[in-house]
């Protein structure tokens, strides 16, 4: 995993962790896989019903427009 583009990841995710941890949820990086960020979602947001959509519309747009070089986020347990 490039340590530059982790680090780039790690800046988006702090973004959006603030909202996700204001309703009992986080999100860690897992790993990076190409241009393939794994994450784990945690708290509430594991196993929510809409942690689906929290992932794509919130997470995964926030890192791809910050680091356009990600092609896609996928939730990992």
């Given at each position: 995993m490039s340590e530059e583009l982790k680090a780039k990841?790690?800046?988006a995710i702090a973004k959006v962790r603030p909202a996700l941890?204001?309703?009992g949820g986080d999100v860690e990086l897992v790993e990076l896989d190409?241009?393939?960020a794994k994450?784990?979602?945690?708290?509430a947001c594991h196993g929510c019903p809409m942690a689906?959509?929290?992932?794509?519309?919130?997470?995964e747009r926030v890192i791809k427009a910050t680091?356009?070089?990600i092609e896609s986020v996928?939730?990992?347990?």
């Open positions: 990841v790690e800046e941890q204001a309703d190409g241009n393939v994450v784990r979602l945690q708290g689906q959509m929290t992932l794509q519309m919130g997470v680091v356009p070089e996928v939730a990992v347990d």
